[in-house]
Structures are given as structure tokens and as C-alpha cells.
């Protein structure tokens, strides 16, 4: 099967996952944060664990530039997260 085809079967199913899982659990991590709460150790886990994801799926939007405006949404995303978890915890 050639590379392209590969990879839109990987993109695929990496959106399916961001848009069924991911945003929904980011929405809600939003949401705790900009109420003034932390983050439990379970989020901050999970936080870890979708820079991890990107890390690995590099190579495949390096060969898919046209999902890079995608990418760096939900990167903003979890950096606003991040932010104010970090503000909270400040406080």
C-alpha cells in the first residue's frame, strides 16, 4: 500500500480520536481550570501523554503540512490549559 494511503488512513483515524476524545477532555480541563481549579495528577498525566503523541506523529505532519494550522489550534489549546493551570496553582 503506498505511503499516502497510509497515511490518510493514520490522519484519519487521528482526527476521529481528537474530535471524539481529546477536544472533549481538553474542553473539560479548560473549563476546571478557568474556574480557578488545578489540575488533578491523572490530567496533568494525560497532558504529557498528548505532547508524547506529537512528538511521535511528527514525521507524518511533516509529509502533511496542510494539517499544521489544525495542529497548532489544539497546541494552543492545551498551552492555554497549561497556562492557567499553572496560574491556579500560583495562587
Given at each position: 500500500?503506498?505511503?499516502?494511503?497510509?497515511?490518510?488512513?493514520?490522519?484519519?483515524?487521528?482526527?476521529?480520536?481528537?474530535?471524539?476524545?481529546?477536544?472533549?477532555?481538553?474542553?473539560?480541563m479548560?473549563?476546571?481550570?478557568?474556574?480557578?481549579?488545578?489540575?488533578?495528577?491523572?490530567?496533568?498525566?494525560?497532558?504529557?501523554?498528548?505532547?508524547?503523541?506529537?512528538?511521535?506523529?511528527?514525521p507524518?505532519?511533516?509529509?502533511?503540512?496542510?494539517?499544521?494550522?489544525?495542529?497548532?489550534?489544539?497546541?494552543?489549546?492545551?498551552?492555554?490549559?497549561?497556562?492557567?493551570?499553572?496560574?491556579?496553582?500560583?495562587?
Amino acid at each position: 500500500m503506498p505511503q499516502s494511503s497510509l497515511d490518510q488512513g493514520v490522519i484519519q483515524v487521528l482526527l476521529d480520536r481528537f474530535n471524539q476524545q481529546r477536544l472533549p477532555r481538553a474542553m473539560e480541563m479548560k473549563e476546571k481550570v478557568d474556574r480557578g481549579e488545578k489540575l488533578e495528577e491523572f490530567d496533568v498525566t494525560y497532558l504529557a501523554g498528548v505532547l508524547e503523541d506529537i512528538q511521535q506523529i511528527r514525521p507524518l505532519l511533516e509529509r502533511h503540512p496542510e494539517y499544521e494550522a489544525l495542529v497548532v489550534k489544539g497546541l494552543a489549546l492545551y498551552k492555554e490549559i497549561v497556562d492557567k493551570a499553572t496560574q491556579n496553582e500560583s495562587n
